[in-house]
């Protein structure tokens, strides 16, 4: 989602609170800010049903294009927590990482965006996505990669296989 406007200078990144980042950008048009809030399609699925919903691809966070002194404005909107700091001042997010992240969002089908991932060694997972689909086993992490093992106490045998951790969930009872 972007919204219009005519001020020029730098991108910032300004954090929410959890959830508010759609209406702090409508917060943002509506007080007269360029800003950003790159937005993932996704499917949810509650008991009940199945929507199409959209989420920001980086949670809590939304970019503003604005001078320094302006900045500080954005502080008093409902949602805005603080402003992205770098060396104890505003962190300036170059022009191009804005673009970049608009050319990953073009074909997000074919893009991996991970977010916070809390999956740790030991951990029970499922697989979500690819080949595996539905597959129940232990994480193990191995020099930054990640790997499944899947036990088969009953055969006494342990089959290991490299999985994209965007493929995974973490599941609290095996």
């Known amino acids: ?3 219009q406007n005519t001020a020029e200078q730098n991108w910032y990144a300004l954090y929410t609170k959890p ?16 800003s950003y809030l790159p937005l993932v399609s996704t499917i949810k699925q509650w008991s009940d049903r199945k929507k199409k919903v959209e989420l920001p691809l980086i949670s809590s966070y939304v970019f503003v294009r604005t001078d320094e002194s302006s ?7 409902n949602g805005v927590i603080r402003i992205l700091k770098h060396l104890g001042k505003p962190a300036i997010i170059k022009d191009y990482e804005i673009e970049n992240l608009k050319i990953l969002l073009e074909d997000p089908d074919n893009v991996n965006f991970i977010n916070e991932i809390h999956i740790q ?4 997972i499922i697989v979500e996505k690819g080949v595996f689909r539905g597959l129940i086993a232990e ?7 990640f790997r499944l093992i899947a ?12 999985i994209p951790i965007s493929h995974l969930k973490k599941i609290n009872d095996i």
Request: charged content about 30%; some cysteine.
């Open 19 to 34: 959830r508010f980042e759609k209406k702090v950008c409508s917060l943002l048009f509506e007080n007269n800010f360029n």
């Open 151 to 162: 036990r088969f106490e009953a055969l006494n045998n342990v089959v290991e296989v490299n």
């Open 1 to 3: 989602m972007i919204t």
């Open 139 to 145: 994480c193990v992490k191995l020099n930054g990669r």
């Open 71 to 77: 900045l500080k404005k954005t502080l008093s909107l």
């Open 121 to 124: 060694k030991g951990d029970p």
